[in-house]
């Protein structure tokens, strides 16, 4: 395979690709009197920084018609047209629909202008856009596609990935499966007795989990879980109680985030969406720890993390685990573009004979999962 573009989809990826921002963003400050397009979550995030600092927007532009003439945090809310005014303002598009939001940005002639994810002091560890030049020809992206050669589900998830990323357009997302981190062809029950959950949210996975181990033997079962945001932590607790008693002894849950070393980061807590990031200036501090440290001897059959583009630190704190229990590992690779390929090609160069798959699932460039397999195990 000499690379997983063709010449002739190599020139499609260029002729669709994102416009690139007109403007950066170095500080917060950089925001005042900025216009911020898409009074949604991300907005909702970033503004409760913006007012701690004092910096105002001058207005929101949104697309749904029902939001205009009101106001969010007492900034109004006007409909895309209004970038007509905008003169030589920053704008900055809040949203992940980036086709859409590039669309508006051109057909208001807007001058200056950046994606959200340039706004590092919040949204620190977020990348979802490429350009042509980082997937094309990219001799890591061949080697990965070298070693998924044989399962073209996993090839057409990564090459999909890499195309929405550069084009932002919907109609190239990766086809979506259902059984995120338990497909069944991929992660059978057996190993799912002693799982580590890095990323817990609110118990999704964990609500899962004890639905996939009904019926096993109650004292062959753990389940580790660590979160670091506060609220979800609240809410993962509440989830623990709900479950029955045979299986709530076996979960342990952790107020912390993993990571390469022990210590501290901040975390800006968004339920749904918290970030982390080493970068973040704002936000909570919350603990770290390594998963070394944490389950010191400790036998693990499956490992998750999805930990917002911390995902690196954390397996840099987890190699004696990994190697000495060599579980099955997944691992969401959407938060930063090159996760896409550095970090299956990580799992691939521990050298402890890991298949990886790719699986995507979600409607959207998020939700990609890195499904490592120990093979002989």
């Known amino acids: 395979m000499e690379s997983l573009f063709t010449p002739a989809e190599v020139a499609d990826l260029e002729a669709r690709a994102l416009p690139r921002p007109t403007a950066g963003v170095d500080t917060l400050a950089d925001l005042d009197g900025a216009v911020l397009l898409g009074a949604g979550v991300y907005s909702g995030m970033l503004l409760p920084h913006l007012r701690r600092r004092g910096i105002r927007p ?5 697309s749904a018609p029902e939001r205009w003439g009101s106001s969010l945090c007492g900034i109004e809310i006007r409909p895309p047209e209004s970038l007509a005014a905008a003169g030589d303002r920053l704008v900055v598009a809040m949203t992940h629909h980036f086709r859409a939001m590039a669309e508006i940005l051109l057909r208001w002639r807007v001058q200056r202008w950046a994606w959200f994810t340039q706004v590092r002091e919040v949204f620190g560890n977020y990348d979802f856009v490429a350009r042509p030049d980082e997937v094309a020809g990219n001799a890591e992206i061949t080697r990965l596609a070298r070693l998924l050669h044989r399962s073209a589900g996993s090839l057409e998830v990564l090459k999909k990935s890499l195309l929405c990323r550069v084009s932002g357009d919907p109609r190239d997302f990766p086809p979506a499966t259902p059984g995120q981190y338990f497909q069944d062809d991929l992660v059978g029950r057996d190993r799912c007795s002693r799982f580590v959950d890095c990323g817990a949210f609110t118990g ?4 899962e989990w004890a639905h996939r181990v009904e019926g096993l033997p109650s004292s062959g079962l753990t389940y580790h879980a660590l979160e670091p945001d506060p609220e979800n932590f609240r809410v993962l607790e509440e989830a623990r109680a709900g479950l029955a008693e045979s299986i709530r002894t076996s979960v342990h849950l952790h107020g912390c ?12 807590p968004g339920g749904l ?3 982390v990031s080493e970068r973040l200036r704002e936000g909570v501090e919350v603990p770290v720890v390594r998963l070394d440290d944490l389950l010191p001897g400790e036998s693990v059959t499956a490992l998750k993390m999805d930990v917002e583009g911390f995902e690196p630190h954390a397996l840099e704190g987890a190699r004696t685990l990994i190697s000495t229990s060599r579980p099955v590992l997944l691992v969401a690779i959407y938060h930063q573009v090159r996760h896409l390929w550095e970090l299956p090609l990580w799992i691939h160069d521990l050298g402890l004979g890991y298949r990886v798959e790719l699986r995507h699932h979600d ?13 002989g195990a």
Do not use: K, N, Q
């Not at 999704?204 to 609500?207: F, G």
């Open 58 to 62: 001058a207005w929101f532009a949104d």
């Open 204 to 207: 999704d996975t964990l609500r």
């Open 257 to 268: 985030a993993a990571g390469r070393e022990a210590g501290h980061l901040r975390i800006v």
């Open 273 to 275: 969406t918290s970030l």
């Open 363 to 375: 409607r959207s460039m998020s939700e990609t999962v890195c499904y490592a397999l120990p093979e």
